[in-house]
């Protein structure tokens, strides 16, 4: 690296730096990114280091981020980081008095499973309150 131009230089492989090392990738730029140990690893106390496949943007109806998130999700876990992320459940508790009905809650995420073309580890399923105690 020594030896090399850089156009760009970022130091810190948090997900700022790496987020500015991908846009400048992106734009053509040659990019040095340092970080003192793996990508995210000393962040855990200002993030929760997920790996989100977007699901919070179908309420927004952004399909297109939606589909990016799924597909980088995918990359990461199946190829270019396998050894630092894997799966996590979540459950989303729903009440009586919510605003989106359980119906809608029920299509969105169906949604989200054609959209991320089942990739997800697995699909999505509801569970009862008493499944859940």
């Known amino acids: ?13 948090g997900i700022n730096g790496v987020a500015v090392a991908r846009d400048a990738v992106l734009r053509g730029m040659s990019v040095a990114l340092l970080e003192s140990n ?3 690893s000393g962040t855990s106390s200002r993030s929760s280091k997920l ?6 943007y179908l309420e927004q109806g952004d399909i297109g981020l939606v589909l990016e998130a799924c597909r980088e999700r995918d990359l990461l876990r199946s190829k270019l ?14 009440y009586d008095d919510d605003a989106l009905p359980v119906w809608q809650l029920r299509a969105g995420l169906l949604l989200y499973d054609l959209l991320a073309a089942f990739r997800n580890v697995e699909s999505h399923h509801m569970l009862s309150a008493e499944e859940l105690s």
């Open 1 to 13: 690296m020594g030896r090399e131009t850089f156009d760009c230089l970022i130091v810190g492989g």
């Open 38 to 40: 793996d990508l995210a």
């Open 51 to 56: 790996i989100h496949g977007g699901v919070r």
């Open 81 to 94: 980081a396998p050894h630092i992320v894997r799966a996590q459940r979540f459950v989303f508790p729903v």
